[in-house]
Protein backbone atom coordinates (compact mmCIF):
# COMPACT_ATOMS: atom_id res chain seq x y z
CA UNK A 1 0.00 0.00 0.00
CA UNK A 2 0.66 3.52 -0.25
CA UNK A 3 0.53 5.97 2.51
CA UNK A 4 0.81 9.94 2.72
CA UNK A 5 2.10 12.14 6.12
CA UNK A 6 1.30 15.16 6.34
CA UNK A 7 3.05 18.42 8.46
CA UNK A 8 3.21 21.42 9.52
CA UNK A 9 -0.24 22.81 10.01
CA UNK A 10 -0.77 24.98 12.68
CA UNK A 11 -2.23 28.34 13.90
CA UNK A 12 -0.53 31.51 12.20
CA UNK A 13 -1.82 35.42 12.69
CA UNK A 14 -3.44 36.52 9.34
CA UNK A 15 -0.16 37.69 6.89
CA UNK A 16 1.76 35.25 8.51
CA UNK A 17 2.87 32.16 6.69
CA UNK A 18 2.99 28.61 6.96
CA UNK A 19 4.99 25.52 5.25
CA UNK A 20 2.92 22.37 4.42
CA UNK A 21 4.84 19.05 3.97
CA UNK A 22 3.87 15.57 2.26
CA UNK A 23 5.62 12.65 2.35
CA UNK A 24 4.56 9.12 0.42
CA UNK A 25 5.90 5.68 1.58
CA UNK A 26 4.85 2.37 1.13
CA UNK A 27 4.97 0.56 -2.64
CA UNK A 28 6.86 1.80 -5.26
CA UNK A 29 4.36 3.94 -7.80
CA UNK A 30 4.96 6.22 -10.49
CA UNK A 31 3.00 9.85 -9.41
CA UNK A 32 0.88 11.07 -12.21
CA UNK A 33 -0.39 14.01 -9.74
CA UNK A 34 0.57 15.47 -6.37
CA UNK A 35 -1.21 18.11 -4.87
CA UNK A 36 -2.85 19.52 -1.79
CA UNK A 37 -6.66 20.17 -1.08
CA UNK A 38 -8.54 21.83 1.79
CA UNK A 39 -12.02 21.71 3.25
CA UNK A 40 -13.18 24.11 5.61
CA UNK A 41 -15.92 23.56 8.03
CA UNK A 42 -19.37 22.85 6.99
CA UNK A 43 -18.01 23.41 3.05
CA UNK A 44 -17.03 21.17 0.05
CA UNK A 45 -13.20 19.83 -0.34
CA UNK A 46 -11.48 21.79 -2.89
CA UNK A 47 -8.28 22.15 -5.10
CA UNK A 48 -5.97 24.30 -3.20
CA UNK A 49 -2.67 23.65 -5.80
CA UNK A 50 -1.60 20.68 -7.51
CA UNK A 51 1.39 19.11 -9.72
CA UNK A 52 0.84 17.49 -13.24
CA UNK A 53 3.28 17.17 -15.63
CA UNK A 54 5.55 19.11 -14.15
CA UNK A 55 3.23 22.14 -14.30
CA UNK A 56 2.03 23.96 -11.30
CA UNK A 57 -1.69 24.91 -11.15
CA UNK A 58 -3.90 26.88 -8.40
CA UNK A 59 -7.26 27.88 -7.15
CA UNK A 60 -7.91 31.54 -8.05
CA UNK A 61 -8.14 32.34 -3.98
CA UNK A 62 -4.43 31.40 -3.58
CA UNK A 63 -2.65 33.02 -6.37
CA UNK A 64 0.38 34.52 -5.76
CA UNK A 65 0.14 33.69 -2.36
CA UNK A 66 0.97 30.05 -2.01
CA UNK A 67 3.48 28.40 -4.02
CA UNK A 68 3.74 24.56 -4.50
CA UNK A 69 6.89 22.30 -4.74
CA UNK A 70 7.26 18.29 -5.10
CA UNK A 71 10.23 16.24 -5.62
CA UNK A 72 8.91 12.91 -7.58
CA UNK A 73 12.26 11.12 -6.76
CA UNK A 74 11.75 11.60 -2.88
CA UNK A 75 7.73 11.65 -3.44
CA UNK A 76 7.27 14.92 -1.65
CA UNK A 77 5.33 18.04 -2.13
CA UNK A 78 5.44 20.74 -0.31
CA UNK A 79 2.82 23.98 0.30
CA UNK A 80 4.44 27.37 1.09
CA UNK A 81 1.57 29.42 1.86
CA UNK A 82 2.31 33.35 2.33
CA UNK A 83 -0.16 36.33 3.46
CA UNK A 84 -2.50 34.21 4.89
CA UNK A 85 -6.19 35.09 5.22
CA UNK A 86 -9.18 33.90 7.76
CA UNK A 87 -10.71 32.09 4.80
CA UNK A 88 -7.70 30.09 4.12
CA UNK A 89 -8.67 28.31 7.37
CA UNK A 90 -9.30 24.54 7.17
CA UNK A 91 -8.09 21.63 6.74
CA UNK A 92 -5.47 20.61 4.12
CA UNK A 93 -5.09 17.13 2.58
CA UNK A 94 -2.35 15.97 0.75
CA UNK A 95 -3.23 13.94 -2.50
CA UNK A 96 -1.50 11.96 -4.85
CA UNK A 97 -2.76 9.74 -8.08
CA UNK A 98 -0.59 6.69 -9.89
CA UNK A 99 -0.01 3.84 -10.90
CA UNK A 100 1.62 0.77 -9.31
CA UNK A 101 4.22 -1.01 -10.65
CA UNK A 102 1.32 -3.74 -12.23
CA UNK A 103 -0.23 -0.83 -13.86
CA UNK A 104 -2.85 -0.36 -11.52
CA UNK A 105 -4.18 3.16 -11.11
CA UNK A 106 -4.18 5.07 -7.28
CA UNK A 107 -5.60 7.57 -5.43
CA UNK A 108 -4.35 7.92 -2.12
CA UNK A 109 -5.19 10.86 0.77
CA UNK A 110 -3.26 11.80 3.71
CA UNK A 111 -5.10 12.44 7.38
CA UNK A 112 -5.13 15.82 6.93
CA UNK A 113 -3.28 18.84 8.67
CA UNK A 114 -5.43 21.39 10.51
CA UNK A 115 -4.10 25.22 9.76
CA UNK A 116 -5.80 28.12 12.11
CA UNK A 117 -5.48 31.92 10.60
CA UNK A 118 -6.70 34.08 13.59
CA UNK A 119 -6.05 36.94 15.57
Known amino acids: QVQLAESGGGLVQPGGSLRLSCVAS????????MGWYRQARGSQRELVAV??????NYADSVKGRFTISGDNAKKTVDLQMNSLKPEDTAVYYC??????????????WGQGTLVTVSS
Open 51 to 56: ITGGNA
Open 95 to 108: NTVGALMSGRSLEV
Open 26 to 33: GSTFRINR
